[in-house]
């Protein structure tokens, strides 16, 4: 089959790898981002000292966002003892508009988080939260606090306490990983001599359903993140791709091509009840959900070039939605509805661009010239992607000129997937 040679083509032609470290590049920026200093954490009290450092761990996380402009340890005055008066003025004079004190305290095993948010330039409190956390997950509770300094001074759900998963992919040995949002603390919850393509997140974030060619035939496996127990959900003959989790996690949308042509359909999470979506004589695959459940778009070549089409999720005739360059694929939703990510062929290669429903307009969001796989942050403000031929990851800004690159020291990464949120709000 056309689309199976695609495929292998392009899975070959990933480079020799071993397993990645992932470290942090920001390159961009925002001229009007909101200005604002991370003290260091003060620790207090007995117990085994945290090893995050939280201080860097939020200013890097609000500045990837693209919407601040956090000052460095060496450009910040002394900061006054945790729960004492605060000098706003002293920041202030400093062009530093809010500040994040906090302290850490051992308490029955767990670490107690407390920060304070100033609004120095006003001199007042906006606001002080409290965040517990196991000592394995110290770096997802600083995660969390800068989610919280987030939606308290832009009024939108911060999306750093979340997960990406990612394939480090080798003729070797691959492997499906997991990491924090920054790219940090990987952990492999599959591995194997075959290839791994196109994770994706349950809505709940407890589980990954990817494909893997375990036996030279590809098939879609639906697993537990935590446990690592997993089923195979289909193996007809042919291909078994692309699967796409439906916004209340009782369906899967997903490519085979068990009738003859590839093509989209859809089946219940636990397995049967298998719809047929599409018909086209060409290729239709990558489907994606709407947020409301009701439609899906995805690839097709059914015009003689790989162009985005939305179709109704019970079927019917689909509509075709770009029409501007020979090449887009990829496409996905962003969390509102109102727009959707995808990667276009342009002047400067293969480029991440978000697309306007409503007024069809294109904004190109990453420099290419090879970026794939895009994933959207639960948030809408971020999108990751691939970039690159030894598999690059980087995070772009939707809204701003910011971009952060996950740099592979060693493997290639490839199809990153970002997690729905983790944290129920209170």
């Known amino acids: 089959m056309k689309i199976r040679t695609l495929l292998i083509a392009w899975l070959l032609m990933l480079p020799l790898a071993a397993q990645a470290e992932l470290t942090i590049k920001i390159t961009g920026g925002n001229v009007d981002a909101i200005t604002i200093a991370i003290a260091p954490f003060e620790w207090e009290g007995g117990g085994t000292p945290p090893t995050a450092e939280f201080d860097r761990i939020i200013s890097d996380d609000l500045q990837r966002s693209g919407e601040f402009k956090p000052s460095s340890r060496s450009d910040q005055p002394p900061a006054a003892p945790f729960g004492q008066p605060v000098n706003h003025a002293t920041w202030r004079d400093r062009g530093i508009n809010n500040l994040v004190t906090g302290k850490v305290t051992s308490v029955a095993g767990r670490y107690r988080v407390e920060f304070v948010l100033h609004d120095t330039a006003g001199g007042k409190q906006i606001t002080k939260d409290t965040v517990y956390a196991a000592t394995k997950d110290q770096r997802f509770a600083a995660?969390?606090?800068?989610?919280?300094?987030?939606?308290?001074?832009?009024?939108?759900?911060?999306?750093?306490?979340?997960?990406?998963?990612?394939?480090?992919?080798?003729?070797?040995?691959?492997?499906?990983?997991?990491?924090?949002?920054?790219?940090?603390?990987?952990?492999?919850?599959?591995?194997?001599?075959?290839?791994?393509?196109?994770?994706?997140?349950?809505?709940?974030?407890?589980?990954?359903?990817?494909?893997?060619?375990?036996?030279?035939?590809?098939?879609?496996?639906?697993?537990?993140?935590?446990?690592?127990?997993?089923?195979?959900?289909?193996?007809?003959?042919?291909?078994?791709?692309?699967?796409?989790?439906?916004?209340?996690?009782?369906?899967?949308?997903?490519?085979?091509?068990?009738?003859?042509?590839?093509?989209?359909?859809?089946?219940?999470?636990?397995?049967?009840?298998?719809?047929?979506?599409?018909?086209?004589?060409?290729?239709?695959?990558?489907?994606?959900?709407?947020?409301?459940?009701?439609?899906?778009?995805?690839?097709?070549?059914?015009?003689?070039?790989?162009?985005?089409?939305?179709?109704?999720?019970?079927?019917?005739?689909?509509?075709?939605?770009?029409?501007?360059?020979?090449?887009?694929s990829n496409a996905s939703f962003a969390p509102d509805g109102k727009s959707i990510t995808l990667v276009t062929r342009t002047s400067g290669g293969y480029q991440v661009a978000l697309l306007d429903l409503e007024t069809r307009g294109m904004q190109i969001l990453s420099d290419g010239p090879l970026d794939e796989s895009s994933s959207i942050a639960p948030n809408g403000k971020m999108v990751i992607y691939a970039s690159g031929l030894r598999g690059t990851l980087h995070v772009a800004a939707t809204d701003y000129d910011v971009e952060t690159r996950l740099a592979a020291q060693s493997g290639d990464v490839r199809n990153p997937a970002w997690s729905p949120f983790l944290i129920k709000r209170r």
């Open 143 to 328: 995660h969390h606090v800068a989610d919280l300094v987030y939606e308290a001074l832009t009024g939108e759900r911060g999306a750093f306490a979340t997960r990406i998963a990612f394939v480090v992919a080798n003729r070797r040995a691959n492997s499906l990983q997991v990491s924090d949002s920054d790219g940090h603390g990987a952990k492999t919850i599959l591995a194997t001599n075959d290839p791994i393509m196109s994770p994706s997140w349950s809505p709940n974030g407890k589980k990954l359903a990817y494909v893997s060619f375990e036996g030279g035939q590809p098939a879609i496996y639906v697993q537990n993140v935590e446990s690592g127990s997993r089923r195979k959900l289909t193996s007809y003959k042919g291909i078994n791709g692309a699967p796409a989790w439906s916004p209340d996690g009782s369906r899967l949308a997903m490519t085979l091509s068990k009738d003859g042509d590839p093509e989209i359909y859809v089946m219940s999470a636990g397995g049967g009840g298998v719809q047929r979506i599409t018909r086209s004589p060409g290729i239709d695959t990558e489907p994606s959900w709407s947020p409301d459940g009701n439609s899906l778009v995805f690839t097709s070549d059914r015009g003689g070039s790989p162009q985005i089409y939305r179709v109704s999720a019970a079927g019917g005739a689909p509509t075709r939605l770009t029409f501007e360059g020979k090449y887009n």
